[in-house]
């Protein structure tokens, strides 16, 4: 249904490949900023496509003025663990192959890929790669665990998922493999120094808030800068809903702008809050 819905304005879609993956590149109509945004789409591990997220990734390149990459990365069940994780390492060491600095370069992502831009910096840095400028996460699920208190406590509230759906779909991707892993639970249990500044954005109502929640807790614990920046009363992923919700654009604005583009974002005051940023 996404993928056919209306191409996106002011922007240039172009299919290509990275990392061995097929890849949707998306530009500005304008000549491109200096600086690549590697996006990851959503869809819980076993659906989804450059194609479905092609919308909330033209926002950002016209935020932004940067050209994306958005990579068709393997699928549960017929691909598990780790074959999604493989083609984000893959896609990212092929940027840098081809001359893209690291300084330059953003992963961002929803859902599952949220995730996976978290977990493909963890495994570059594990592999020694230099690691990218920063992370972007769009209500990420980086817990495949599912124990989040607010997979409880907004079970009935989320308009999008319920615990019993999550969980359902969260048999595929670990295919068996013990859940509390690093990669893949990276909210509890990897190791997150030197992490570059992530930015996490969730809203209120989601039952994955506490994913962004407990990773942003532990990230700042293990003194990498992070961002968490949650908005009141929004479902899940609600930035995709640019252009016709006002919160959607403005969690588009600021912070999201200058980290997909390798700027530093803007530092939090004294109070460890984000000026112009609900935390």
């Known amino acids: 249904m996404l993928a056919g819905s209306p191409s996106p304005l002011g922007v240039s879609l172009t299919p290509s490949a990275l990392g061995g993956r097929p890849a949707l590149e998306i530009e500005p109509e304008a000549e491109a ?33 940067a050209r994306a990459v958005s990579l068709d990365y393997r699928l549960a069940p017929e691909r598990p663990f780790p074959a999604a994780i493989d083609d984000g390492v893959a896609a990212y060491r092929e940027l840098l192959e081809h001359g893209v600095p690291p300084e330059r370069i953003v992963l961002a992502g929803d859902l599952a890929g949220g995730g996976l831009s978290i977990l493909t910096v963890l495994a ?88 962004s929640t407990r990773l942003a807790t532990r990230a700042a614990a293990a003194g990498v800068d992070v961002i968490l920046d949650v908005t009141a009363d929004m479902p899940h992923v609600f930035q995709s809903f640019t252009g016709s919700l006002d919160e959607a654009d403005a969690a588009l604005a600021g912070p999201v702008a200058s980290y997909s583009t390798g700027r530093r974002p803007p530092q939090p005051r004294s109070d460890g809050r984000t000026p112009g940023h609900k935390t």
Request: aromatic letters at 6%.
């Open 33 to 65: 900023a200096d600086g690549t945004i590697l996006y990851f789409h959503g869809g819980s591990w076993v659906f989804g496509s450059p194609a479905s997220a092609q919308h909330i990734t033209a926002a950002l390149v016209r935020r932004t003025g």
């Open 124 to 211: 570059s840095r594990d592999a020694g790669l230099p690691l990218p400028a920063g992370v972007v996460a769009f209500s990420p699920g980086p817990d495949a665990t599912r124990s989040g208190e607010s997979m409880t406590t907004a079970d009935g509230i989320d308009p999008l998922f319920t615990r019993q759906s999550l969980q359902r779909l969260g048999t595929h991707y670990p295919a068996g493999q013990d859940p509390r892993q690093p990669l893949l639970n990276p909210a509890m249990h990897a190791d997150l120094a030197g992490l570059p500044p992530p930015l996490l954005q969730a809203g209120s109502n989601e039952v994955l808030l506490d994913d």
